[in-house]
């Protein structure tokens, strides 16, 4: 396992930051970019199509606040208490995207509690 091209890390960042990071699904695409090698507009569809919305709808804020509190993968918004946060929000994530996530998987084998999809 390789750890890729250190530039492509910055690409990557800026493109997820660009559309609106855990507000809307900049998150979500970037990993899809950086777990499957997709090109940007590959993985705004593969994660518009786990989500069922359309690919517009990515940025806006106000479907994906709703999308990520029906989903439980966290959003900014979310005050303490009211939802997923931290591993459990990444397992979420993990499931919902059906790709690995590296902390899920250790904090599965050290708790011995499963997150598979």
Do not use: W
Not at 88 to 93: D, S, T
């Amino acid at each position: 396992m390789g750890y890729g091209d250190p530039s492509g890390m910055a690409i990557v960042h800026s493109q997820a930051s660009g559309m609106g990071g855990i507000r809307t699904a900049g998150d979500l695409v970037a990993r899809m970019q950086l777990a499957k090698r997709m090109r940007l507009n590959d993985a705004k569809k593969y994660v518009a199509d786990r989500l069922g919305v359309g690919i517009l709808d990515l940025t806006d804020e106000v479907v994906m606040r709703e999308i990520r509190e029906d989903l439980d993968i966290a959003n900014v918004f979310m005050g303490y208490g009211a939802g997923s946060r931290g591993i459990e929000a990444k397992a979420n994530i993990s499931k919902l995207l059906d790709i690995d996530i590296n902390c899920v998987e250790k904090f599965s084998k050290k708790t011995g509690m499963s997150f598979k999809r």
